[in-house]
């Protein structure tokens, strides 16, 4: 069993979640129905819902180090099911978004997986399946990821060679410079 | 006839274009102008909202601002993705602080004036199922069908505003006019374990074989979706979930375009059954011949 300190709460997690999600955490009364409904729960360290105390509770390490906030897949099961309308999904992404900002990655492939798309996304202004593979696989040290699918899509022309690089993709690399400048939160 | 401006979105260059294909056939054939959003762009689909909010809304704005500059006021995708984000991106910018925000990474500002629906909104909404019949040339006779919806097509119901959050029914109204049986489906909201498939293929194995084991159990010859990761992960993945959870399951994966397309008789090669990972043509020997009446 996990013993948490509550009377170690950080309070200031606890606002900028709420802050920055427009969600009020304290009318989470535990009830599970997001854990009921999450597809995920077998993957998680913690539950959805045990994420949600551990944020009432002001537990911001053990919310940012934990391997549920990237293995959530937003398929909105729990945002559908709360019985108090929080955007439950909307908090998940929050937590993640904050343990990018904390240098934090307990499920590395994952987010080198996110950052090799959007690399894609800012280099060529659409996602090219073929380069953000390699990019994965390179940057993961996960060379053989999904080889074993390769003949198979590219038999039926699946994965294009070539990027499609659009008219206005300084327009979106634009959109990607100006966000690193910014650094804008919401 | 509808003009609505069309949002394709990336996996239908490459992924998915038979997908792409027969969506375009489609509705060219049922009387639906799809004028293409002019250089679209990507929308950043999960990784760009998992990294930030303001950064996905934008990615997701300059397309719509592109629909403004064409003119149109509604815009239409095959991706549920990508429609959930570009309406994301439509929701919260209607909050002014956010908007500006989101505004101020972008060239041209959104003005928040296009609407966005998935295309099988459209045809669910705005066609006339009497009229889908009457354009049938195969009906779908014979053939045993679970539909998929996938997560994010309903969910949620406040953003989304299409259909039942819980039980859909748009894709089995569809095929049942078309001729098909539709199976029951209990798993149509369930997530096949989305964008995890190359960083975490296990959770993708244990979730989409959930579902391919509940289509088996129900008796269905195929199943139909209507999105490009969906199809993927139950049909590309179909062999890593038979190795993964020692299972032999060999059910074809449709997207509800290519099915609508081949009972509407429209030209097999706009309908590309050969991009399909597993073999289809035992369900599709399902579906009884028309007797020939003249």
């Given at each position: 069993m ?5 009377a ?7 606002a900028?979640v709420?802050?920055?999600?427009h969600q ?8 599970g129905?997001?854990?009921?409904g999450?597809?995920?729960t ?8 045990q ?7 002001g ?5 940012l180090k934990?391997?549920s906030?990237w293995l959530?897949?937003s ?6 099911r ?9 908090i ?5 978004h904050?343990a ?10 994952v ?6 798309f959007?690399?894609?996304v800012?280099?060529y202004?659409?996602?090219f399946?073929?380069g953000?593979?390699t ?20 038999m ?5 060679f ?5 008219q ?7 959109i ?6 910014g650094?804008?939160?919401? | 006839?509808?003009n609505?401006?069309?949002?394709p979105?990336c996996?239908g260059?490459?992924?998915s274009?038979?997908?792409d294909r ?19 762009s990507?929308?950043g689909?999960s990784?760009?909202?998992?990294v ?16 403004e500059?064409?003119g ?8 549920p993705?990508?429609?959930s984000n ?8 209607k909050?002014?602080?956010?908007q500006?925000?989101?505004?101020a990474?972008l ?15 459209v045809?669910a ?7 889908i019949?009457s354009k049938v040339?195969?009906p ?9 919806y ?8 406040a953003?989304?505003?299409?259909d039942?959050?819980e039980?859909?029914?748009?894709m089995d ?18 997530c ?10 296990d959770?993708v194995h ?8 509940a289509?088996r ?10 999105c490009?990761?969906?199809q ?5 993945r179909?062999g890593?979930i ?5 299972e ?6 449709f ?7 081949y009972?509407l008789?429209?030209?097999?090669a706009?309908?590309g ?8 043509r035992r369900?599709l020997?399902?579906?009884k011949?028309?007797a020939?009446t003249?």
């Open positions: 996990q013993i948490f300190d509550l170690a709460a950080d309070h200031a997690f606890i900028e709420q802050a920055r999600s009020d955490i304290k009318t989470c009364y535990q009830c129905n997001c854990t009921a999450c597809p995920y077998f993957a998680y360290d913690y539950s959805v819902s994420i949600m105390r551990l944020i009432q509770t537990q911001k390490d053990a919310v934990s391997r906030i959530c897949g398929c909105q099961s729990c945002t559908t709360c019985p108090n309308n929080i955007d439950v999904a909307l998940m992404d929050v937590c993640r904050m990018r900002e904390a240098g934090y990655a307990t499920e590395r492939a987010k080198v997986f996110a950052d090799s959007l690399n894609s800012s280099r202004g659409r996602a399946e073929l953000l593979m990019e994965y696989m390179a940057r993961s040290g996960r060379i053989f990821t999904d080889v074993d699918l390769a003949p198979s899509a590219l039926r022309n699946k994965l294009p070539k990027p499609h690089r659009i206005g993709r300084d327009q979106v690399a634009r990607f410079e100006r966000f690193r400048k650094g804008a939160h919401a | 006839m509808h609505i401006a069309y949002y979105g996996s260059q490459g992924t274009t038979e997908y027969s969506t375009r056939a489609i509705c060219q054939a049922l009387d639906i102008a799809l004028t293409d959003v002019e250089d679209w990507c929308c689909s990784p760009a909202h998992t930030n909010h303001v950064l996905s809304a934008a990615l997701s704005a300059r397309n719509l601002a592109q629909v500059a064409m149109m006021t509604r815009v239409a995708t095959p991706c993705s990508c429609l570009l309406r994301t991106a439509t929701h919260k910018m909050d002014p602080d956010f500006s925000k989101a505004n990474l060239d041209t500002p959104y003005r928040n004036t296009v609407d966005v629906q998935s295309v099988l909104q045809l909404e705005h066609v006339d199922p009497e009229y019949k040339v195969n779908l006779t014979g053939i045993k069908i679970a539909c998929y996938g997560c994010i097509m309903n969910r949620p119901p953003l989304m505003q299409f039942h959050h039980n859909p029914m748009a109204n569809l095929m049942a006019a078309i001729g098909a049986e539709v199976v029951p489906f209990p798993l149509k909201v369930e096949c374990g989305a964008s995890f498939g190359i960083p975490r293929g959770i244990k979730l989409s074989g959930k579902l391919l084991d289509g159990r129900l008796g269905a010859d195929c199943f139909v979706t209507a490009p990761l969906c993927m992960n139950l049909d590309l179909q890593q038979n190795d993964a959870l020692h032999n399951f060999k059910i074809p994966i997207y509800y375009t290519q099915l609508l397309g009972a008789g429209l030209d097999r706009e309908l059954f050969e991009k399909l990972c597993v073999d289809p369900a020997g399902k579906i011949q028309p020939q003249r």
